[in-house]
């Protein structure tokens, strides 16, 4: 399979190219015939001047080397114009790319001590996709509160999260924060007032303390420390052949440490929780944890976020329970919103149905 694709690739990539070069042989082909016969045209003119006795043969000499000379600069100079319109079509890309406004140079106010955030009836559609993947979403959260996002895949659950974190900007409606657009605020400062762990995070080749602290090593090595206990990494830690200056992989450190999954994403949410950024959001941060450890966590996760904001995405349902209000999305709209006792009254509901479909799993 691997080399019939790659085969199939190079066929084509070969077609493209062969189109290129006959353009570019056809050109220069043509280039070179006009070249011969102006030299054809200048041994001729010389040639006769000297046969008449109107030029010697030094004369001769030196026009034939200049026709030479002429023919080898204009074939020159056709092949840089060649190459010229080739390196053209390289930049294309870069150029489009240089094109396309930069929000971070746009500036904008400066994120305010917000007490309300609002999804006032916002609608997207990725680049490309047929239909909306949200549709005329509106709901408001409470400063400090911690809500859950839940839903089929599809939803638009990580949609609401990237479109939060500025990724995107809505087609349709407007993102708020105590009555502001979103779209108004500098994109630094409101992406410096957040920290988020996605589900495709990055765990970089650093020591533990520079991947967890984000700055120099040696600058707060007992807040780190004090964060990797919070999410239960103490045991691995202490493990480790150099503590927290052991390196997160072995591309630059024989001696560097490898993380399983589960592992990785607890660096990732000490990572995060070590911002104090007054919005946490968290898009499916335990999917890589085993049971036990994604109990514990949930079990801290109040005490973890503290008075923070905070968005909790999760397929497990029972990571809705530990949330103040649950935000049910069904085909890229809002089907409810509110507390785990409450959606759980509405049997025929998303939430009812999924978390029962998921506890039946566990029941003897």
Known sequence: MLGETI?????EINRWFSAYHR?????LGLFQVIVVLETAAAYAFVGART?????GIGDFTMYASSAVGF???AVALGTAIVTFFQMLGYLDPFAELMQT???QAAGGEPVPDWNRLEFRHVSFTYPGAAEKTLDDVSFCIERGEHISIVGRNGA???TIVKLLCRFYDPDEGEILLDGLPLGRIDLRAWTASLAAVFQDFRLFPFTVEENVACRAAGED???TEKLLEKVGMEEKLRALPRGLDTNCGREFDTEGAEFSGGQAQKLAIARALGKNAPLLVLDE???ALDPMAEAELYEQFNSLVGGRTAIYISHRMSSSVFCDRILVLSRGRVEAFGTHRALMEDKNGTYCRLFTSQAENYRL
């Not at 353009?23 to 050109?27: A, E, S, T, V, Y």
């Open 7 to 11: 085969r199939r690739y190079n066929v």
């Open 23 to 27: 353009r570019r042989g056809l050109f």
């Open 51 to 55: 046969a008449l006795g109107a030029a």
């Open 71 to 73: 023919s080898a600069a």
């Open 101 to 103: 406004p930069d929000a």
């Open 156 to 158: 638009g659950k990580t």
């Open 221 to 223: 090595r007992a807040r």
């Open 285 to 287: 941060p335990t999917s």
